[in-house]
């Protein structure tokens, strides 16, 4: 149910009206048609998966089937309380996305954001594994595996990519940042198939396919949305007026940070925050005085 991430946080971005869609124009056709399509990619590679397809790198590899008796009965006992629970945390992490948008137009201080999401998730994990976990060992860590996919988690998974998404949604929004998470299914495929030696099977492949095809056209969807804000901008600029009368300097009001960020060849930008202006007004002329000559 995690595939479908994307069009949960594509339905929420409307409802919150943080994404206009208008069906006649050919930027939100593309970006509805693009997150079904890349949810439907993610959803061939999970429930398809057809015939074998054969790599030269795991073509002489022969993977150990494990001698473990299947528990069909006991995996299929608690699918529905499974799915339910999936479905809730989709929800909670398509919110997540969402309410980062929000908060990023009030506090943009996106390290000391970033620092409060992973405090209160280590704080819910600590209430979670306190109800789960009966057993002192639960809580141990040695120098092993176990550290290092902790320092891991922590690390990349948690601080780094909360802040580089806290990046994304801040310039492109919720919709743009959800829309490369299909991608962890095909680099998983990919780094199995290294390293494991997995199969990859055709339902993969297909799937893959579907996804980038989406994923392409919810960027050129968000590209030209993009890029039609930015001319609607300059458009609304005031323009330099000339003043017949003074030295020839018209009023000429602009954004302060405009001329910065034009200078430093930095472009327009989106945030909401308020910004001095700067007005020239002309500066009149003196007339001069014409003394009549003396008899």
Known sequence: MSNILPAMTFVMAVLCRMEKVDLKKIRCQAKVVGTLVTVAGAMLMTLYKGPIMEMVWTKHVHPQRSSAPETTDSSDKDWLKGSIFVIIATLAWAALFVLQAVTLKQYSAQLSLTTLICFMGTLQAIAVTLVMEHKLSAWSIGWDMNLLAAAYAGIVTSSIAYYVQGLVIRRRGPVFASAFSPLMMIIVAIMGSFILAEKIYLGGVLGAVLIVVGLYSVLWGKYKEHKEMKESIVMALPLTSKNSEGNGEGMDIKNKDQREKEANGMGLSTSHDQSAME?????????????????
Request: net charge neutral.
């Open 279 to 295: 007005v020239r007004f002309p500066i009149p002329e003196t007339p001069m005085k014409v003394e009549a000559p003396n008899a």
